[in-house]
């Protein structure tokens, strides 16, 4: 069993704020750090953590901001295909204020870069049981990493962060689709323009969960604090898994560590509720330490947890 994950890799630089500045103002951060991040590369990094056999499909820069992503996706253990372009490696832009909100910019560079797939990509992509993605890379080659897994037999999931109008034929490859309450209310809308859009409680999430079910064959729809909801096609209900409660530092990559850990556990098993605890466990650990990868439990580390939350 392995999982191949293709998307994003940046290098984020973190601004920690008291609070996040309104348009037009200048505040002073109380601290400074750069750390690998990116979707894609924090959720390959979230995989390999939680204990799956992983290979990236990115693109990085020839700039020294590549080498820290480098470095760590070596110390994860991911297996990489990586292209290396002559553009500048993407990078993010984030403030996090002390309630642990954040902003993100994302400047793109090498990752808009990654675009059609070499033989070697989609045979890597062929041979998995799991295809990861994210909409950090550009949307076509998206759908042709889908579009192969699906005719390949390779389970797909993605993770449709940050949203943006999805082609049908797109939702047509998806196995398993992963949401927040923001972009799940945006896909449905998309989905059916005439419904209204409504701001997502806990408690219409299922509801929600069940508008989505009717495009792809699963929907888990992520509720920060409050879990996540999972929906599975012919079944009538939907099943809640409550959030732990932490005190969090920085939300930064919580939502990657879940799409990864869950991915890892699904590897393993594939009862999907129990791998939504998992993943559930594994992004409250998350969003108790600063930074996007440097964030990212090991497994060891999230079953240690289960076992006392
Ligand atoms: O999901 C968090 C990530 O979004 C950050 O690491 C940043 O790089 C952006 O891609």
Redesign the pocket.
């Known amino acids: 069993m392995s999982v191949v994950v293709l998307g994003?890799a940046?290098l984020?630089l973190v601004y920690a704020v008291d609070r996040i500045p309104s348009p037009g103002e200048t505040v002073l951060a109380t601290g400074f750090a750069s750390?690998p991040?990116?979707?894609g590369?924090?959720q390959v990094t979230a995989v390999a953590r939680a204990g799956a056999d992983v290979t990236f499909i990115a693109a990085l820069g020839t700039d020294a901001a590549a080498d820290p992503l480098l470095t760590s996706l070596r110390t994860a253990g991911v297996h990489d295909l990586i292209r290396r372009i002559d553009e500048p490696t993407?990078t993010?832009l984030?403030t996090v204020d002390a309630s642990a909100e954040n902003t993100?910019v994302?400047n793109s560079g090498a990752n808009a870069q990654l675009i059609g797939l070499t033989d070697a990509e989609l045979s890597a992509i062929g041979e998995a049981s799991f295809l990861l993605l994210q909409l950090?890379t550009p949307l076509p080659t998206v759908l042709d990493a889908a579009r192969h897994a699906k005719a390949a037999g390779t389970y797909v999931v993605l993770n449709a962060?940050p949203i943006r109008t999805l082609p049908q034929e797109l939702l047509d490859a998806v196995d398993l689709l992963i949401v927040n309450e923001h972009e799940a209310d945006l896909l449905a809308s998309q989905l059916d323009p005439t419904r209204t859009s409504v701001p997502v409680t806990a408690d219409e999430a299922a509801r929600l969960a069940g508008e989505l079910v009717r495009s792809v064959p699963a929907v888990i729809l992520t509720l920060g604090p409050e879990g996540a909801v999972v929906r599975e096609r012919g079944s009538d209900t939907a099943t809640h898994v409550p959030g732990i409660r932490v005190t969090a530092v920085d939300t930064?990559?919580a939502?990657?560590t879940f799409c990864g850990a869950l991915v890892a556990a699904l590897d393993r098993s594939p009862d999907l509720d129990d791998a939504t605890r998992f993943a559930t466990a594994a992004a409250a650990l998350s969003v108790q330490r600063a930074g996007?990868?440097p964030s990212i439990p090991l497994e060891k580390e999230i079953t240690d947890f289960r076992a006392t939350h």
Request: charge should be negative.
């Open positions: 994003s940046n984020d750390y991040g990116g979707k590369n924090n993407g993010a984030i993100i994302v950090e962060a930064t990559g939502g990657d996007a990868v």
